[in-house]
Structure formats: structure tokens, C-alpha cells
């Protein structure tokens, strides 16, 4: 089981970015997927979730209405487009996988994003510079 993230750079304060997350040897509809971000110095952040079939979405108060998570199941793929981005945007970015269950549900774990319970597997990260 692997993932792995890309499409990140130097981009300038305005501009977008679509990350990218390839998931190997996963049988998608059984993960909750969520977008984290680490910076210098600092804790990681989560940003993103969106449920098993992607009918659900969550986005922490500093992306609303800028990041858009997605998700492509038959095609092993999820995805985190950026827009408007600001400096404070840049980190390291990391996709990460989590099964769900019938108790611990995709809202649980999307509802639960600071918290440490998100233990499944993590991708290897990308970095994205906002910067002019």
C-alpha cells in the first residue's frame, strides 16, 4: 500500500495549485481521505476530508471557499485544488488514507481532523511555496 502526491511548487500569492494523490494497492471505497499540511516549525494541519464516495466534504476555516478536495475512486486518485493561495499556505503537503467503519465513521475522522487519530497511511508529501 502506497501513496504518493505531487503537483506542488513555487507559485505566486494569488495563483493555484492542484495537488495530486496516487493511491497504490488500495481498495478505495473502504478510506475516508484527508489533506494535511505541516510547515517549518510547525504542527501539522489538517485541512481537508472528504468521505468514501466524495459525496461529503470538509475544509478547515482557513482553506473554505479556496481549497476543493476530490476524489476519482476508479481511478485510485485524490485530489486538492488550490486557489487564491497566500503565503501562510506554504508547507509540506500530505495526503492520507484512514478506514472507515460502522463506528468509526467517515464524519468521525473528517470532524476529527487536528486530533492524532489519524494513525492509516500517509503519502511521502509535496511541497507547495507560495511566494512572488
Known amino acids: 500500500l502506497q501513496l504518493v502526491e505531487s503537483g506542488g511548487g513555487l507559485v505566486q500569492p494569488g495563483g493555484s495549485l492542484r495537488l495530486s494523490c496516487a493511491a497504490f494497492?488500495?481498495?478505495?471505497?473502504?478510506?475516508?481521505i484527508g489533506w494535511f499540511r505541516q510547515a517549518p516549525g510547525k504542527e501539522r494541519e489538517g485541512v481537508s476530508c472528504i468521505s468514501n464516495s466524495g459525496s461529503r466534504t470538509y475544509y478547515e476555516d482557513s482553506v473554505q471557499g479556496r481549497f476543493t478536495i476530490s476524489r476519482d475512486n476508479a481511478k485510485n486518485m485524490a485530489y486538492l485544488q488550490m486557489s487564491s493561495l497566500k503565503p501562510e499556505d506554504t508547507a509540506v503537503y500530505y495526503c492520507a488514507f484512514i478506514t472507515t467503519s460502522t463506528v468509526y465513521t467517515a464524519d468521525y475522522y473528517c470532524n476529527n481532523l487536528q486530533s492524532r487519530i489519524w494513525s492509516g497511511y500517509w503519502g511521502q508529501g509535496t511541497q507547495v511555496t507560495v511566494s512572488s
Open positions: 494497492g488500495f481498495t478505495m471505497d473502504y478510506y475516508a
